[in-house]
């Protein structure tokens, strides 16, 4: 959505939505707009870093002032005019996945799949060697 290049690391991504999604019975990020995605992702996710808005500037003035919030142009129905999106962190990713499962290095292992940041998330590699899942396929 940012249109900043992507690797491998976004199929982890994918990996994490769809595991977290079957999981809680609904889609995390559900929006009809681009912005709408943002704001959620960063409501459940955190900031979008500014080193990855910086990578995009044409997409970046579409969707975010220059301190990194969420705006959306002229939305339908209301009158012309930027408005600020504020994703509140009301419900934090652990949040919402503690409410299902009990199970603390299940919930690390999805909140490293859905790191925001590619260079911080967790590679597949890097993910099948996750405490989490070295505990499942031994049969803890």
């Given at each position: 959505m940012l249109g900043i290049p992507w690797g491998h690391n976004v199929d982890v991504w994918s990996f994490g939505c769809l595991v977290a999604e079957v999981l809680l019975g609904v889609r995390i990020f559900e929006s009809s707009t681009v912005e709408g995605v943002l704001a959620r992702q960063q409501a459940v996710c955190g900031a979008i870093p500014m080193h990855m808005l910086e990578k995009c500037p044409s997409v970046s003035r579409m969707f975010f002032t220059s301190k990194g919030q969420t705006y959306?142009?002229?939305?339908?129905?209301?009158?012309?005019?930027?408005?600020?999106?504020?994703?509140?962190?009301?419900?934090?990713?652990?949040?919402?996945?503690?409410?299902?499962?009990?199970?603390?290095?299940?919930?690390?292992?999805?909140?490293?799949?859905?790191?925001?940041?590619?260079?911080?998330?967790?590679?597949?590699?890097?993910?099948?060697?996750?405490?989490?899942?070295?505990g499942a396929r031994q049969g803890e």
């Open positions: 959306q142009v002229d939305p339908s129905g209301m009158p012309p005019g930027a408005y600020l999106l504020v994703p509140r962190r009301e419900v934090t990713l652990y949040d919402l996945l503690r409410d299902k499962v009990d199970d603390p290095e299940f919930i690390k292992f999805i909140s490293a799949s859905l790191c925001i940041d590619p260079a911080l998330r967790l590679s597949a590699k890097q993910l099948l060697q996750h405490t989490w899942l070295v």
